[in-house]
């Protein structure tokens, strides 16, 4: 399939969809083809961010079947709603960190969980004492109960996936009640429901924030940050590596299959056979687990790299702060885990274009480039008065307590603009768009029939 007619069958897709939707009067039913056409753009990376129109057609119809809400007095929770929560991605740890931060310094908060989260995350957050409720109707009975828990909300906050039009709506009816609703902008490469019905955008870094204005058409925007974890760096130096089957000194990435994009792309893997293989170097690879893609590596590739699946947070930091130098995850960068090698003082490597994320000056936009990068490393070793640098700016600014002072303080009417600064013209937003269009990946929602209409 070639861009053109990958193009044409996006098109095709999404009519569909919309057709489907337009033509469709049971509310339901109508729920569920809205999530297709959410998740359709949300695992395709098209040229469609959001979709503003249907989110208010949708409301538009069940507006006059829907009760009366009253928000209740004197409201003082600040609710966090989350789809899933996942033991793996820096989404959920966002989410989690932050209302821990908040429940520890006494804040009145609470967790509704719309899908489902692992047992490890539930009692995390119990073990934290934060109150934790789900909503296990689906449709318009979901809507209906974050609704009428979000009355009892002083404000909310959206940690949701990109095709939750039930929190969506729910968030429209907070919102024409007087209570304000935020969205953190986790989906920021991709299509999500949501953000121009809050009251602002959360924005996590630069470039989700330059990405908004121009896509999304936020109402506001104010910046929240990718917080670190709290690091007992040499707690975590002492756990070492026995766990793991690896000898000091080796570099290490984390993140998901995903970001990677083993099945189309070999830029990871080309990056592999130059450390692994021509430079002799250990590389800890944790996330992806033994992907088919990696079998064609040569025989010294192969010999110096561990591939591990899921590993725990805990020992994943371990095992970070034990390494010479973290590896970003590409084409798709990891956030979160950057972020933590930043404060562990690790020098880091990566290679796309610029994010707009703290210490982009890590980024290369060649493989050349970084294969130079990472051989006068080798020579040479790091430049520590960077790493001080990055790894202060991260303790100062993107603390879970500053992170947490920002959201306060967006609840509370102010609006915090990126607090370093950033090229813009390093920045290409489109960036993963364009990688997406050149491979011949497409996720067509299981209801489509490409000869007919799928079933209103």
Known sequence: MDKEQKSLMVQKVDEMLLNAIHSCRDANKLFDLARHYGR??????????????????????????????????????????????????????????????????G???????????????????????VPIKSTPATGVA????????????????????????????????????????????????HFAYGPS??????????????????????????????????LDIEALRKTGTSEIDIDAPYFISVGTPLKYRFGSSNDFLE??????????????????????????????ARNNLIVKGVVARDQTLALMANAKAYIDSF????????????????????YRISEGMYGDDFLSTSMADLQEKVSDFLANGPDETVLAERASFIRSKMSISACRDRLLATIN????????????????????????????DLFIPPIINLNKTPAS
């Open 142 to 189: 979901q809507m209906l109960q974050l609704a009428q828990a979000f009355m009892q909300s002083k404000a909310v906050v959206l940690h949701i996936n990109p095709d939750d039009i039930t929190a969506c709506l729910a968030v429209m009816i907070a919102e024409r009640s007087g209570i304000p609703c935020y969205f953190v902008n986790h989906a920021n490469i």
């Open 413 to 440: 009417g102010e609006r915090i603009p990126v607090p370093y600064d950033y090229d813009t013209g390093n920045m290409d937003l489109t960036f993963h768009h364009q990688k997406w269009k050149e491979n011949t």
């Open 271 to 300: 990056f592999i056979e130059f450390l692994c293989g021509k430079k002799k170097q250990k590389l800890l690879l944790i996330g992806p687990g033994d992907h088919a893609a990696l079998i064609n590596l040569s025989p010294d």
């Open 107 to 129: 804040d009145d908060v609470e967790l509704i969980i719309t899908r489902s989260a692992t047992q490890s995350i539930i009692d995390e957050l119990r073990n934290a004492q």
């Open 331 to 350: 084409p798709e960068g990891g956030g979160t885990s950057v972020v933590n090698a930043m404060k562990l003082g690790l020098p880091i490597f990566g």
């Open 40 to 105: 359709f753009h949300w695992f395709n990376l098209t040229d469609r961010w959001s979709h503003n129109d249907l989110e208010n057609y949708i409301f538009n119809l069940i507006e006059p079947r829907l009760p009366q809400f009253t928000p209740a007095k004197n409201r003082t929770t600040v609710t966090h709603v989350l789809s899933e929560g996942y033991d793996t991605g820096g989404h959920t740890p966002l989410c989690v960190n932050l209302i821990k931060e908040q429940k520890a310094h």
């Open 197 to 230: 019905q809050c009251s602002a955008i959360l924005e996590i870094t630069a470039s989700s924030w330059l990405s908004s204005q121009k896509y999304r058409h936020p109402k506001a925007q104010s910046f929240l940050g990718i917080p670190a974890s709290d």
